[in-house]
């Protein structure tokens, strides 16, 4: 069994597969349907044993008003920042967008330049 779970890094709702706006009874019913697939007197296998765990630890914090509150303002404050994050990035891609086509528009001018002085060249030549 794990020395310690860290309940910031996962989903309890997910591992118990409920919503978010579950009732104390709807945890306790996901609990025991899952903990009856996964106990370790009935399932043999060695992860079964860490599902458990996590389904127990769940169990604690989703049934416990107060615990379950701090919990889902951790949820809430995850979620706020993957959201900033995704919008930092459709930000950065629009930079990046955005020096791309001025250094396009560079090289095209560059290049355009340096035609006009052959051509410039070549008629000096003649």
Known sequence: MAAS???T??????ILGIQIDATAKDVIKAYR????KYHPDKNKDP???EIFH????????LTDEAARAAY???LKARAAAQLRHKQLDAKRQKLKEDLEAREQAGVSEKQKN???ARNLQAEVED
Request: glycine share 4%; proline share 0%; charged share 30%.
């Open 5 to 7: 779970f860290d309940y």
């Open 9 to 14: 890094k996962v989903d309890l709702y997910n």
């Open 33 to 36: 349907k899952k903990a009856l």
């Open 47 to 49: 992860g079964a044993v």
């Open 54 to 61: 996590q389904l127990s630890k769940a169990l604690e914090v």
């Open 72 to 74: 889902d303002k951790i």
């Open 114 to 116: 340096v035609q006009q």
